[in-house]
């Protein structure tokens, strides 16, 4: 389910900053800032990196019901499970291209101003498990900022963070599949 929205909303993102930046090439990536070793995981420069950085159960809509995987199947009785997702989007542009970070920074929150709800009907190619998919700024304070950036091993450069409501696995949508998805950035190692 998270690997059909992100990439989907991702390359709809790209186009969307190519388009408004009047750019040809793609500047969102869907990847990690940073590799396992430490080393900078983006390759060139000028480009937004797209990351997830949390997911947590939203708690308030648990339900009784749907069902568990026990002795080889799915059995009934096991409750839905609702996820949030925090996603950061980093401008890693070069020190003379700061004001640029800073308009794709600006153009990726009026992307999500205009259109913060993903389904079916305005997201073609989005997974019949996912109802809809609310995406919302949220602010971090400098503290989890820092513990953001600190976790990764990378330093602290522009980034905007949304929280995507509220993807719900249950054993009904246990068969995603996952349509091939390109031109954002997916290393294929």
């Known amino acids: 389910m998270i690997h059909n929205l992100l990439p989907l909303v991702g390359s709809e993102l790209n186009e969307y900053l190519k388009s408004r930046f009047d750019v040809d090439e793609d500047r969102l990536l869907l990847t990690n800032l940073v590799n396992l070793d430490g080393s900078i995981a983006v390759e060139g420069i000028n480009k937004v990196v797209a990351?997830?950085?949390?997911?947590?159960?939203e708690t308030t809509l648990k339900a009784a019901g749907g069902s568990s995987f026990a002795g080889g199947g799915f059995v009934s009785g096991a409750p839905d499970?609702?996820?949030?997702?925090?996603?950061?989007?980093?401008?890693y542009f070069s020190g003379k291209n700061y004001v640029e970070a800073l308009k794709f920074l600006s153009g990726i929150i009026y992307f999500f101003q205009g259109k913060p709800v993903f389904n079916s009907s305005n997201t073609p190619g989005l997974s019949s498990n996912i109802e809809k998919a609310i995406f919302d700024l949220t602010s971090l304070s400098y503290h989890e900022w820092n513990m953001v950036f600190s976790m990764m091993g990378a330093k602290y450069i522009p980034s905007v963070a949304?929280?995507?409501?509220m993807l719900t696995f249950s054993s009904d949508n246990i068969e995603d599949t996952v349509p091939p998805v390109s031109g954002i950035g997916i290393n294929e190692d």
């Open 162 to 165: 949304y929280r995507v409501r």
């Open 51 to 57: 990351y997830m950085v949390n997911v947590e159960e």
């Open 81 to 91: 499970i609702n996820v949030n997702l925090t996603v950061v989007f980093s401008a």
